[in-house]
Structure formats: C-alpha cells, structure tokens
C-alpha cells in the first residue's frame, strides 16, 4: 500500500477532527477577524471538516489574516496576541500534529528539561522536577526569562534548517511557510495605545498561533542540549527558566556562560543579573530568600502559591455571596470554588492559607448577616478531596 504523503495525512477527515476535538474551546466566544466563533463553527462542523479537507487535497487553502488582540499578564502589563480563524486554528493544529510525529526524535532531546506545551507535562512537573534537583543538593538557583522570546526567534533559520530538512517529503512545506506569515488585521479595534504592543507583528513567531508552542520547543532544544552538556542542572518552562548549582561561585559562573551562549547563537537576551530576589534575573538561596518560579513560592522546604492566588478565590467567593440570597446556594457554590482552588494547587503547601480563608468567609457572612450559613472549613473540604483521591488510587491499584 502506498503511503500517504504529509499533505495527505494533513487533509484527511481523521487528522481534522482530532484537530477539532484537541482544539482549546474554554471560550466558545472566541472569534478570528471574520467574527465566526467556535460556537458557530461547531454547529455545522461535519460540513466545515469535509469542505477543510477538499481544499486542502486540492491544493486550494488559504490562511486569512489574523485578530489583533491583547490579554493582561500577571504582572499588569498587555500581551499582544494574533487569534487565527476557526478553520485557519484547525489547519495550524494538524500542522503540529504532524510535526510534533515528524520531529519527535529531535524534540525528544529535551526530556526532563522543558516542560511547556506538552501532554502530561506543565507547571507542576517543572516545579517538582526543580525542587527534586534542589534537593539532591543544589541548593542556589539561577532564575531567568528570555526577553521578547518569541518575537526574536529565528523563524526563517528555525524552519529551514530545524523543521523541512527532516520532514519525510516537501508536500507541506509551502502550508507550514504561510502559516506563519499570516497577515495581522483588527488593530484599528485596539485602544490606540497598545498599538506599539504590535510594531514587530511578523518578526518571529506569532502567539496565538497553535504552531508556536511546539516551534519554540523546537528552537530551545540545543539551548537545551548545551546547557545539560555542560553539566548544569536546567528546568525549562518557554522563555522562563531556572538551572541549579551547588555553589553561588558556580551559579555566577553559570550566569555568564548561559547569557552569552544565548547571545550568541541565537541572538537571545536575558536581564542583567539582579541581586535582589525580585528582579528579572536572579541567584537565589531559597533557604534564605523565596524564590518565585512561574508564579509559585519556593522557600527551600515547601512549594506555595502566592497570596495573590488567594485572593482570586476570594474575589470568588465575594461574587457568589453577593449573587445569591440563599444559604443553600451560597454554600453549594462557595464550597465547589474552594474544592477547584484546592484541586488546581493540591500540590503545593496550601495549608498556610486554610485560616486566613475560612476567617475571611466567617467575616464576610456576618457582614451581610448570613451566620447561618454553614460553609465547610477548608481543612475539612481538603481531607474530603485527599479520601477520594486515595480511593481511586485503591480501586485502579486493585483493577491491575
């Protein structure tokens, strides 16, 4: 049988819908330029597919430009954001689908180092793989992000050198060029003042775009290779980085030759070394000083999440309070947003915060003179959640 060239794999019915169901659709609301959302692409999503499928077989699809939108990161400041149509998101996914099978063996390179855009991996595997390595004995860490990461990657290198030469045959290479030079539209939408957030558009690859997860893996994966090479201990997330030393000796050391590593073959920035432990690039003692990671304390002993993730959950638990009038509801509701927040940062050493919440939902129902209301503490929720999770490691440690 003969095979299926990548452009054949890219247009079938199977890769698409595999697309489709992988697709991000938390907001059912989110829309490209033409204001179709996913919501309206799903009604008639077999249609949709089929009519995917032909153009792309025939050599007839097109990207259409992108939305020109901006999300506000932790820090206050504006993402700039390039949000694709529905049907170019499906396209872009298959495209990495197939990529990420194509270059598994390059990006395998990077096990146990970077830990972004990946199934089964994320921000609790790299803190606890950091905390691991802290462990065994390296005790200073040098924590560091790469400025304007995306837009100063290389595409033009990354896709000539990195990704045609080792795809099984050049079916797709002319879809993979043209997904990323995709043009920007919609800026004119924008509040004039974060129209500078968008003066590079082009430069780099676009985030948005579902390719640029896996192509900025791809671009990190011999920054990756010379760090471990050289005997450092690297925990990667994206831009965001830390690697551990044993000594501040060595970590000072590590330091220069990371920045100019960076600098040199890829042309890459990291801050300036700070010495204080809030500045972008720092060597921290945890055990002296916290450490904040992708936005979770290290103290030396325990991970925690800052206070600021404490207060999303009350801000919560003020709009379910102030929306409903019965106690029944109030509790049902409260207790449910405690139960997500426990879950989401089981993990880590939330204990800390079980009094500072429970004393905040005790004041707050007396403020609006709801003491009947009986809201589980946050202990007793926690010990509920820890039951059912040692219950279902019980029952599938039985199954097998």
């Not at 169901?21 to 609301?29: A, P, T, V």
């Not at 390059?106 to 691991?132: D, H, N, P, W």
Request: proline share 2%.
């Amino acid at each position: 049988m003969k095979k299926k060239t990548l452009l054949e794999e890219l247009a079938s019915i199977e890769t698409l819908k595999k697309s489709w169901e992988l697709l991000n659709k938390e907001n059912e609301d989110s829309f490209g330029l033409s204001g179709i959302s996913i919501k309206d692409y799903e009604k008639e999503i077999d249609d949709n597919l089929k009519k995917l499928n032909t153009e792309i077989s025939e050599g007839k699809f097109q990207f259409s430009p992108t939305r020109a939108a901006i999300i506000k990161k932790d820090n206050g400041k504006y993402r700039p954001l390039q949000i694709p149509e529905i049907q170019d998101r499906i396209v872009l996914k298959s495209i990495a689908l197939i990529l990420e099978k194509e270059l598994s063996s390059i990006l395998s390179k990077s096990e146990g180092i970077s830990f972004a855009y990946q199934r089964g991996k994320g921000v609790k595997e790299s803190l606890l793989k950091m905390k691991s390595i802290y462990d065994s004995g390296f005790k200073v860490i040098l924590k560091a992000d790469i400025i304007n990461f995306f837009e100063e990657i290389k595409k033009d290198d990354l896709i000539e050198k990195s990704v045609l030469p080792n795809l099984k045959d050049d079916s797709i290479n002319k879809l993979i060029k043209e997904s990323l030079n995709q043009k920007l539209d919609g800026i004119k939408k924008i509040y004039y003042k974060y129209h500078d957030l968008f003066k590079n558009a082009g430069k780099g690859i676009p985030q948005g775009n579902p390719l640029s997860p896996l192509l900025s893996n791809l671009y990190m994966v011999e920054f990756d290779v010379f760090v471990k090479d050289k005997g450092y201990s690297l925990v990667r997330y994206a831009d965001d980085f830390v690697v551990l030393f044993k000594s501040l000796d060595e970590a000072e050391k590590g330091y220069g030759v990371i920045k100019h590593y960076l600098e040199d073959k890829f042309s890459l920035k990291i801050h300036l070394l700070n010495t204080g432990d809030q500045g972008k690039t720092v060597i921290v003692e945890p055990h002296k000083s916290n450490l904040s990671f992708l936005g979770i304390y290290f103290d030396g002993n325990n991970l925690f999440p800052g206070s600021d993730k404490v207060d999303i959950l009350k801000n919560i638990i003020r709009m379910i309070v102030k929306k409903n009038k019965e106690c029944i509801d109030i509790k049902k509701e409260v207790e449910s947003a405690i139960d997500k927040w426990i879950a989401i940062y089981s993990y880590l050493d939330i204990d800390r915060y079980f009094d500072r919440i429970d004393k905040f939902i005790f004041t707050l129902l007396n403020k609006k003179n709801l003491k009947k209301c009986r809201i589980s503490s946050c202990s007793q929720l926690a010990s509920r959640r820890r039951r059912k999770q040692l219950k279902k490691k019980r029952f599938w440690k039985a199954a097998f």
